[in-house]
């Protein structure tokens, strides 16, 4: 696993900690504790699928799936690591 930088310059956890662990875990078939690592991971997978497919093939309400798993994703990693921040 890579090293966080700001954790270890800072002592504090960045928005994207724990998401190369999420990934492990949903490798290893443990998806809950994937979720409780990294809650938006099931947001990022969908909208990486739906940018690779909306390339490939013009999707015909693509726009709005990655609009709406966008900001999904954003408002689950700032949730999540303004939780990290207050524990």
Do not use: W
């Not at 998401?19 to 504790?33: D, N, T, W």
């Not at 693509?62 to 994703?73: D, V, W």
């Amino acid at each position: 696993m890579l090293p966080c930088l700001n954790k270890r310059l800072f002592g504090l956890d960045c928005p994207g900690c724990g998401l190369q662990r999420s990934v492990l875990l949903l490798f290893k078939g443990e998806f809950v504790a994937a979720f409780h690592m990294y809650p938006a991971i099931f947001t990022l997978i969908p909208l990486m699928g739906i940018l690779i497919l909306n390339k490939l093939f013009t999707l015909k309400y693509g726009n709005l799936f990655i609009i709406g798993f966008s900001i999904s994703s954003v408002a689950l990693i700032l949730i999540n690591f303004l939780i990290k921040l207050l524990n």
